[in-house]
């Protein structure tokens, strides 16, 4: 925080002595940048990330990390609620219900949409978004024959049609939406039939993923997102989508625009840090979090500091 004789420039105007409160500085007084996030374990990495880095460059900060689904922190941002948070491009699509474009397949593409959308129509400036993509995967079994890790989603569909041995575990939403599971089978031309498929309740990658490492009913393969943290730990490895399926996700902090104009130190703060958080970089933070029980703002601050992000 500023001196106060430095919020105030008095200035001589005909006699009458007129208060000039520079914007940056009144900004400062009237309270602290609201860092906000998703409910999930990136949410939380994310969000801690960009709160540490402003604080560290002088700026209070109001932390609501973990405020909720997509819909409760979108929200929150164009009423004004929060002023920061990390964002996913592919969730343009979503926001301006542009689903068929297929500019949120690339994600250079995806990005310059996503940016000159939010900017015309809400006030919002997305960041740079990190070189990572956190779309739905197919995560498969490193010890399955025939089938190495590493592979592409290609790969697969010469080893199903070879009569290669295979179960997917997965959600519903995954295995009926058509944007996902229909999406990879139209694209690299391959089918699961039911009995190649566990179906599970909800949502949650953490239990398919376990369904596949321990080869629960058969499964060798399962539903996930490309920076779980699980994967690694599980002995899991992500088929490469090289053809684009997905919509590609990149995290990216998405901030108002009157928040940026008195604080531009922020894009230039926060722009190395998320350049810095390959796939491999954010599967191994989550997994810090999700698997072995780390506190997500302590993950945040050991990452920034090592890396000289932070003092």
């Known amino acids: 925080m500023p001196p106060i ?12 002595l007129l208060l000039v409160l520079s914007p940056v500085n009144l900004a400062d007084a009237a309270g602290a940048i609201v860092v906000g ?7 939380a990495l994310l969000g801690n ?15 609501r990390i973990q405020l909720g689904p997509t819909n409760i922190v979108r929200a929150a941002i164009l009423a004004g609620q929060i002023d920061i948070y990390p964002e996913y491009t592919g969730n343009g699509a979503v926001f301006f219900h542009r689903e068929a474009d297929p500019a949120w397949k690339d994600a250079a593409l995806g990005y310059a949409e996503v940016k000159q959308l939010d900017h015309a129509q809400n006030g ?13 995967v197919i995560a498969i079994r490193t010890d399955i024959p025939g089938l190495p890790a590493g592979k592409c989603l290609d790969d697969l569909a010469a080893y199903l049609a070879g009569g290669g041995r295979f179960k997917l575990a997965a959600s519903a939403e995954f295995v009926e939406s058509a944007a996902a599971l229909p999406a990879f089978e139209e694209t690299y031309r391959f089918h699961l039939r039911a009995d190649q498929l566990l179906t599970l309740s909800g ?60 604080h531009p130190e922020i894009a ?13 970089v954010l599967q191994q933070l989550n997994a810090r ?7 997500a703002d302590a993950v945040a601050r050991d990452y920034l500091k090592t890396h000289q992000f932070l003092p």
């Open 5 to 16: 004789a430095k919020l105030l420039d008095i200035v001589l105007l005909t006699g009458s």
């Open 203 to 262: 949502g949650n990658t953490a239990a398919t993923l376990r369904a596949a490492a321990e080869g629960t009913s058969g499964v060798n393969a399962a539903m996930a997102y490309g920076t779980d943290g699980e994967l690694a730990a599980l002995g899991l490895a992500a088929l490469c989508d090289d053809k684009g399926a997905q919509v590609v996700y990149g995290p990216a902090p998405l901030v108002r625009e009157s928040v940026l104009g008195r």
């Open 37 to 43: 996030s998703k409910i999930d374990t990136e949410g």
């Open 124 to 136: 919002l400036t997305w960041l740079k978004p990190a070189p990572a993509n956190n779309t739905w």
């Open 268 to 280: 230039a703060a926060l722009g190395p840090v998320f350049a810095s958080l390959s796939l491999t």
């Open 49 to 63: 990330m960009i709160a540490d880095v402003i604080e560290a460059h002088g700026q209070p900060v109001e932390r």
């Open 289 to 295: 979090i999700a698997v072995a029980g780390e506190d």
